[in-house]
C-alpha cells in the first residue's frame, strides 16, 4: 500500500500551476453521452476520479482516446445502458450519467453511488427531479432502473434543497426533453457554470434567469465541440492555505481569483498576506494568524472541500475558532488524526472547536478520504520530523502530481511502497 513520507517544517517558496478542475471534468464527461459527434477536451486533471469516469464512458460503449494533451470522446456507437457497482462505488460521480442515458436513450440501468466516509450520499433529490420530466423507476438490489417511455418532457422543477450532483444531472437531461424546463433552487458552484457553458458549445440551449435558476429548452441534436475545462478552485485554496501555513511565500498561477474570492476573503481576515493578479494569486510571508468563525455552505458560501484545510490552519491561530460543517454529515475524519500530531480540536454535533497556538508533532497517519487525506499532508508540512501518511489513494482520486508541486516549491516529501 503506497504511502507518503513529509519531513517538515519547511517553508514553501516559488511557483505552482494550477491543474484543471476534477468536479467540472466530472459532469463534463457525463454530458458527453448527449452527443453522437465527437467531443475534444482540454485541462482534465490526471487524477484517478476522471480514469474511472472514462472507463464508466467505455463500459457504456464510449470511444475515449488520448491524443497528446487532449481527451477525444465518440459516442456515436454508444448505446449500453448499464453502468455497474464496481465502477460507481468507487467514484459517485458515476451517477451523473443516468441524466444523459435517461435523455439519450430513453432507459438507464445505474448502480445506487452508496455511502463514503463523509456521509450517506443520497440520490433522492436527482430521482424525484427526474420524475419531473416523466422518468419511472424502482430501486431493485442497490440499482436505479430508470425508464422515459415516452421521452423526457419539460418541466418547471424547484429542488427541495441545493444539490451539485442533482443540479447537474438535471441540467444534463433538460437538454434533450422536449419543451421548456425551469430548473430553480439550483447549485451554482463555478463547476456547474463550467457545465453550462460546455453544453452551450455543444449547441444545447440553455439560460440563467436568475441567480439560482435556469431555463433549458431541449434540442435534438448537437455539434462537435472542443472545450478546455476550467481550473482547480479547491487545488488553489489548498495551495493558498499551505502557503499560509508554513510561512512560505507561493505564487498560485492558471486560477481567476473572482471564483475564490470567498475564500481570498477569509483568507485574509485572518491575516493571510495575499495578492491577486490576472489569473495568479500570491501568498506572502504571513507572520500572525486570527481566529475566526466559519460554517460550510454552498457557493458563494465557504466550500466544505476546503473545511478540513483551513482549520489546520486555524490551529495557528492566536485563539479559538469554530468551524460549522453544515453540508455533510460526517465530514471530521480528519480530526482526531490532527489531534495525534498534537492539534487540541473538539466536536460538538456539526461543530468542530479548534484551539489555537499548536505546534505540530509529526506522526504516523491514516488517510479516510480526499480532503482529509490532504490536510495531514499540511500539517505535517509544518510539523517538525518525519510524517508517513497511510492509504493515499484517497488522495490520488483529486490531487494531479501534489508531491511534484509540493518538493517543486521545497517541501521534503516522496511516495513510498
Ligand atoms: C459535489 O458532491 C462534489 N463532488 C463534492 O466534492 C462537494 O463536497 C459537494 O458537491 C458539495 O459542494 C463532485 O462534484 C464530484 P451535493 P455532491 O449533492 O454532488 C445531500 C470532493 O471532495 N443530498 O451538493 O454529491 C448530500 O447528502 C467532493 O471533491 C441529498 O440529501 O454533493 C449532502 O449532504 C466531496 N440528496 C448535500 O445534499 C440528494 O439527492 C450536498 O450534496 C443529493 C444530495
Known sequence: MKKLEVFGANKLRGQIKISGSKNASLPILAATLLSNKKVFLTNLPKVNDIETMLLVLKSLGSFVKRYKDQLIIDNYNQKKKFASYNLVKTMRAGILVLGPLLAKLGEAKVSLPGGCAIGT????????????????????????????????????????????????????????????????????????????????????????????????????????????????????????????????????????????????????????????????????????????????????????????????????ANKKSFIKEEIFENRFMHVAELNRMGAKISIKGNKAIVEGKIKFAAAELMATDLRASVSLILAALSANGKSVINRIYHLDRGYENIEKKLKKVGANIRRVN
Not at 436527482?126 to 430508470?146: C, D, F, N, T
Not at 421548456?180 to 463547476?191: G, K, Y
Not at 463550467?194 to 435534438?220: A, H, P, T, Y
Request: overall charge positive; aromatic content about 6%; some cysteine.
Open 121 to 316: 450520499r443520497p440520490i433522492d433529490i436527482h430521482l424525484k427531479a427526474l420524475s419531473k420530466l416523466g422518468v419511472k423507476y424502482k430501486i431493485i438490489q442497490g440499482y436505479v432502473y430508470a425508464k422515459a417511455p415516452n421521452g423526457l418532457v419539460g418541466a418547471k422543477i424547484k429542488f427541495s434543497k441545493i444539490s451539485v450532483g442533482a443540479t447537474e444531472n438535471l441540467i444534463i437531461a433538460a437538454c434533450f426533453a422536449k419543451g421548456i424546463t425551469i430548473l430553480s433552487n439550483c447549485a451554482i458552484e463555478p463547476e456547474i457554470c463550467d457545465l453550462v457553458n460546455f453544453l452551450k458549445k455543444m449547441g444545447c440551449n440553455l439560460k440563467w434567469i436568475s441567480k439560482r435558476s435556469i431555463k433549458i429548452q431541449g434540442v435534438e441534436k448537437t455539434n462537435e465541440v472542443t472545450y478546455n475545462v476550467m481550473a482547480d478552485r479547491i487545488e488553489a485554496g489548498t495551495y493558498l492555505i499551505a502557503g499560509a501555513l508554513t510561512g512560505g511565500n507561493l505564487k498560485i498561477k492558471g486560477i481567476e481569483p473572482k471564483i475564490i474570492k470567498t475564500e481570498i476573503k477569509i483568507l485574509k481576515k485572518i491575516g493571510v498576506k495575499i495578492k491577486e493578479k490576472k489569473n495568479e494569486i500570491n501568498i506572502l510571508e504571513t507572520k500572525k494568524i486570527k481566529n475566526i468563525n466559519i460554517k460550510t455552505a454552498p457557493y458563494p458560501g465557504f466550500p466544505t472541500d476546503l473545511q478540513a484545510q483551513i482549520m489546520v490552519l486555524l490551529c495557528k
